[in-house]
Structures are given as structure tokens and as C-alpha cells.
């Protein structure tokens, strides 16, 4: 009598797309609508390949900075957000912005700007190269030192009775950004933080699946692009607890030797990843004999963000 088989998949959820990147997708097809081809978009609207290729064909063109869009057109600021010299660049090229930050996003800048404005000096916790921490840093760039890491948080050179605030990336994990603010609750007498926590629900809900699903998997594959710092987060989160884990951009890119010796593979998607990559991974692992599917459900979302309100107005443009 065969064997029945043990290969299965636990699915974690919530997965794929937040709120702030619903949000930033709708504002770029509500634009496309309401003004027509071409709307142009400043840097990627989300980090996802597929997205912006999918964008790209409905009309919209993505540039590197405000000053490639013409004078006068629509410009679209990304889910990541930008800094006020952008937005004042892109009023004097007179540009119709939509802007697409994530509201999560926002609430760091106004915290980086009330910080400076209290004349301390803001410690921003994140990754110097990203687009995130590249606008927050715009928002208070004489007194914004950029931290990494807990070793560059035990060498800043700061007397210990500075006046210090911290503020992190909003797409990093809670692991990651909690030794670095000990660190620095352990070195400074005068540190402040934000009111609450900046790390995006959407980030910490999908690490929080992922923590779920990888001690009860042999592999933990995660949809997302290698430019998506959630999604590598996530990456990270699972490899932390002991379990193998990939990222998987698309379908073209899993390898089926990594499914030797797994009999369990947990499966989850970064914010920015759309839910038709991972119904194509989902086939493809059903194809190699994981047809079972559990579903591994955290938490619940029902976080909306509305687009700004000229595009969902029925009076029509001039």
C-alpha cells in the first residue's frame, strides 16, 4: 500500500500587499483614468518588478528625479516618500504631484521635523542607501545622523547628555531596530522616541507570520523583490529561527533543489508583492507534490488608506 504524502505548504497571513502600497498603486491607475498617458512616477512606486512593469504598460513612466519630468505634467512622489527639497524642485517646475507616501511614512517625517524643531539631534535608525530613509533625512539634514547598525550605535561619537531623539525605518524588523535602541537607551541620559512604534504594522504583521510558520517548516520561501527591504527582512527573520529560507522575486527564479529533503514548506509575501506571484509559486510547488495548503492566519487587516481626494472627485478636469 503507498505511503501517502507528507509534502505540504503552510501559508502565512496576513501576506502581500499593505495599505500604504494598495494606496500608492491606486493613486498612479486613478491618475492614468482622470489625466490619461503619460503620468510620470519619481522612483519606483513600490519595490516590486512586477508592479512597476504591469504600471509601466498602463502609461506610466518612471524617472530617477523630479527634474526628468516635464514642466507642468503629473508627477507621482512613491510609497517611500521624499524630502521637502524635492517637493519644493517640483514646485518650481510647477508639476501636478500626487503624492503617494505611505501614511506610516508621513508620520515619521512629521516626528523628524517636531524632533528638530526641539533642537535635538535625530538619530534615524535604517539603511543610509533607501529611498525611505533618504526623505526622512531630507526633513532635518542638519541634525540627522544616520545608524545601521548597534556597532556604529556603541561609536557615535555624542556626549552622553546630548539631546537625542531616535526614529527608525518604517520596513525593518522589530529585532532588528530594538538592540540598536537599546543601545542607545543604555549610552544617552536625554533620548526621546516617537509616540509609538514606527516599524509599519504591515512589516511587523508579515515577520510575525513568518515567525509562525518557520519552526513548523523545513524552508520558508518569501515573495518579494530583492529591492524590498520588508521582504528581505523577512528573509532574515526566518533564518534567525534556524530555517532555510528564500527569497523568490518570481517563479523564474526558485530552484527546485531547494526542496530536497523538505516535507513542509512555510510560504509567505512582502507588502509589496502582488498575490498573482504567489498563486505562481503556489502552482509551482503544487506541481513538485505540495498540493496541501494549511493557512497560518496571525492577525487580521482592515487598514484603509484613501487616495487624495482630486482623484476620487467627480468633478471633471480641465
Known amino acids: ?176 531596530t530594538s538592540g540598536i535602541i537599546d543601545v542607545l537607551r543604555r549610552r544617552f541620559t536625554d533620548l526621546r522616541g516617537p509616540s509609538t512604534d514606527d516599524i509599519c504594522y504591515a512589516s511587523q504583521n508579515r515577520q510575525e507570520g513568518v515567525k509562525a510558520v518557520a519552526p513548523r517548516s523545513e524552508l520558508v520561501l518569501v515573495v518579494g523583490s530583492r529591492n524590498s527591504s520588508n521582504s528581505i527582512r523577512m528573509v532574515e527573520v526566518a533564518r534567525g529561527m534556524g530555517t532555510a529560507a528564500h527569497l523568490v522575486p518570481d517563479v523564474g527564479e526558485f530552484s527546485a533543489s531547494w526542496l530536497d529533503g523538505v516535507d513542509t514548506v512555510g510560504v509567505s509575501a512582502g507588502a509589496s508583492a502582488p498575490d498573482v506571484l504567489v498563486e505562481e509559486l503556489l502552482q509551482t510547488l503544487a506541481e513538485h507534490g505540495y498540493a496541501e495548503v494549511e493557512l497560518e492566519r496571525v492577525t487580521e487587516e482592515n487598514t484603509v488608506f484613501s487616495p487624495p481626494s482630486k482623484l476620487i472627485s467627480t468633478t471633471p478636469t480641465t
Open 1 to 176: 500500500m503507498p505511503v501517502p504524502s507528507r509534502k505540504k505548504i503552510i501559508l502565512a497571513e496576513p501576506r502581500g500587499f499593505c495599505a500604504g502600497v494598495r494606496r500608492a498603486i491606486s493613486i498612479i491607475e486613478l491618475a492614468l483614468e482622470r489625466y490619461g498617458s503619460p503620468v510620470y512616477v519619481r522612483k519606483e512606486i513600490v519595490h516590486n518588478h512586477y508592479v512597476v512593469r504591469l504600471l509601466k504598460q498602463q502609461g506610466a513612466i518612471f524617472v530617477d528625479s523630479e527634474s526628468e519630468v516635464p514642466e507642468g505634467e503629473v508627477c507621482v512622489f512613491s510609497a517611500h516618500g521624499v524630502s521637502p527639497e524635492v517637493r519644493r524642485k517640483s514646485e518650481e517646475r510647477k508639476l501636478d504631484v500626487l503624492d503617494a507616501t505611505c501614511p506610516l511614512v508621513s508620520k515619521v517625517h512629521q516626528e523628524a521635523v517636531r524632533f528638530a524643531r526641539d533642537e535635538r539631534t535625530l538619530l534615524l535608525i535604517g539603511h543610509a542607501e533607501h529611498e525611505e530613509v533618504e526623505g526622512t533625512y531630507g526633513h532635518a539634514p542638519d541634525r540627522t545622523i544616520i545608524v545601521e547598525t548597534e556597532q556604529e550605535a556603541e561609536e557615535l561619537d555624542v556626549p552622553a547628555d546630548t539631546p537625542l531623539a531616535y526614529l527608525t525605518q518604517t520596513t525593518l524588523s522589530v529585532d532588528e
